[in-house]
């Protein structure tokens, strides 16, 4: 079973409109999330990163959320622009992992119409 | 642009080939991780360099294998293909191998497997 939930797993916004993404995930002891954007064909761009004393971080038109205690984290996207159309992929990081192993999200695929 | 660069951008194979992917990390990054992409779904962590010596491994079965060279650059090697390899391979490059540094992913390579 994935331990990094996404949903929806799709949705079509209008230009200029707000939407919010959410993940779950069951990773613990928690390191901290991650939220990608992946172009189609491209690889994914780092958004933001949370650690656990985090509650919200900010990146232009992009807020992040993650309350740790629930284990949630949200992605809002603010005023959407045509290219904000793109997978957006949520990575958990535990603990335990020494090294560099994520936990991916399926990701939520984003489409802004005019 | 992140400065990771991943050759070649396309490859078709046929079932039971072998195939060599590679990627050219950020300067001054030592760690290198792979990841396959099916369609749809988030990354999957295949496994890490970090000096280059093998430094983590996702479930990948053996026939999957890597090498890193003193330039930090890295190859990943796919031994008798199967149609399920088909996918899209990002490899990421990071100054350290711990969670808590930034990976920076490339543009990826897209196997199809016949």
């Known amino acids: 079973k994935n331990q990094v939930e996404q949903s929806p797993q799709s949705l079509i916004i209008l230009e200029g409109k707000n939407c919010t993404l959410q993940c779950n995930y069951t990773v613990s002891p928690f390191s901290n999330l991650r939220w990608y954007k992946q172009d189609t064909g491209r690889g994914p761009v780092s958004l933001t990163i949370m650690t656990f004393s985090e509650n919200t971080k900010s990146n232009g038109r992009y807020t992040a959320t993650l309350d740790a205690d629930t284990k949630q984290s949200s992605l809002h996207i603010t005023a959407s622009q045509l290219s904000d159309s793109a997978s957006y992929i949520c990575?958990?990081?535990?603990?335990?992992?020494?090294?560099?192993?994520?936990?991916f999200g399926a990701g939520t695929q984003v489409v802004v119409t005019p | 642009e992140t400065g990771v660069t991943q050759s070649p951008t396309h490859l078709i194979k046929t079932r039971g080939q072998q195939v060599t992917l590679r990627c050219s990390s950020q300067s001054g990054h030592n760690t290198v991780s792979w990841y396959q992409q099916a369609l749809g779904q988030g990354p999957q962590f295949i496994f890490q360099?970090?000096?280059?010596?093998?430094?983590g491994r996702g479930n990948f079965p053996p026939r999957f294998s890597g090498l890193q060279f003193p330039n930090y650059s890295s190859e990943l090697n796919v031994n008798a293909l199967e149609l399920d390899d088909s996918a899209l391979y990002l490899c990421a490059s990071s100054l350290a191998g711990t969670s808590d540094y930034e990976q920076y992913f490339g543009p990826g390579t897209r196997l199809t497997v016949t």
């Open positions: 360099y970090y000096r280059e010596e093998e430094n």
């Open positions: 990575v958990v990081s535990g603990k335990t992992d020494s090294w560099g192993k994520f936990q």
